[in-house]
């Protein structure tokens, strides 16, 4: 009897040990602080990440990043990233986590662990100063032709229109299609188009025009990460230390954050997701 106890109880522990191993593994958390390094995928979207003078990550989400990669005591990095290829990349472990504005869409949040929503936002179109006038809805712009940056929220609002669009690789060549006249119309987000069109920047004739929607802002890691709790956390934190609020009015989005004392710490799952 105590043999068949004792091989019982051996066979049990066997069977265990994987299943600790695995759930050890499941750490995102650990495996950050392990390797000392939290890499975060992003594209070039002023004023959420874009390239200081010098070739330094800076912006609203960049900074953000750097804050919460010293709060779990690891240094950042940032990589570039093809926009459509995000949940690849991160399953990939190629990075770690996207961070870039990225809108909290049903498609999103089922493939991604997210973050509380952080910002407001909207898809909003851009038209040459010119012509804004002519086009006062977005009932106006049927007959446009839109540049809209790949799996990007812009592409779904022109898709849901039935409008004609092209591709681009990011939101900055949709605005430069629009400004060579390649293209009609573009349609970014609102927070880019505050920083990069009209008087005073590089586009500054061409004017935001018609918002498409209202959405929120959040950050993905890979499904089931520990890491979504833990930078809910630290964005309550941020924001009742200020730190949040200090850093957005670097950047001038201040307007548009969400206050993070009346979102409960917890990840946004599919119910959550903006509308």
Do not use: H
Request: net charge negative; glycine share 6%; proline share 1%.
């Amino acid at each position: 009897m105590k043999k068949i106890l004792a091989f019982t109880l051996a066979l049990m522990m066997l069977l265990a040990t994987p299943v600790f191993a695995a759930a050890q593994e499941e750490s995102d958390l650990a495996y950050v602080q392990d390797k000392g390094t939290l890499v975060v995928g992003i594209t070039e979207f002023e004023p959420m990440d874009y390239k200081d003078e010098d070739g330094n990550w800076i912006g609203f989400d960049a900074d953000m990043a750097a804050a919460f990669a010293e709060s779990l005591g690891v240094d950042v990095e940032f990589i570039e990233i093809e926009w459509d290829n995000k949940e690849l990349e991160l399953d990939a472990k190629t990075i770690d986590v996207v961070w870039n504005g990225m809108t909290l869409t049903d498609e999103v949040t089922e493939a991604m662990e997210c973050s509380n929503a952080y910002c407001n936002n909207a898809q909003t179109v851009i038209l040459p100063a010119d012509v804004a006038g002519d086009y006062e809805t977005a009932e106006d712009m049927a007959d446009l032709i839109f540049a809209v940056e790949v799996g990007s929220a812009g592409k779904e609002q022109v898709e849901a229109l039935g409008y004609e669009y092209t591709e681009v690789p990011s939101q900055a060549d949709a605005l430069l299609n629009v400004k060579a006249g390649t293209a009609d119309a573009a349609v970014i987000d609102l927070l880019m188009a505050a920083a990069m069109v009209g008087e005073g920047t590089d586009y500054a004739d061409l004017v935001n025009t018609v918002n498409l929607n209202s959405e929120e802002y959040g950050v993905g890691f890979r499904k089931g990460s520990d890491l979504a709790d833990a930078l809910n956390e630290f964005f309550l934190a941020s924001y009742e230390d200020g730190t949040m609020q200090e850093i957005a009015e670097t950047y001038g989005v201040q307007a548009s954050l969400i206050d993070q004392t009346a979102t409960e710490t917890e990840t946004v799952d599919t119910a959550d997701a903006a509308e």
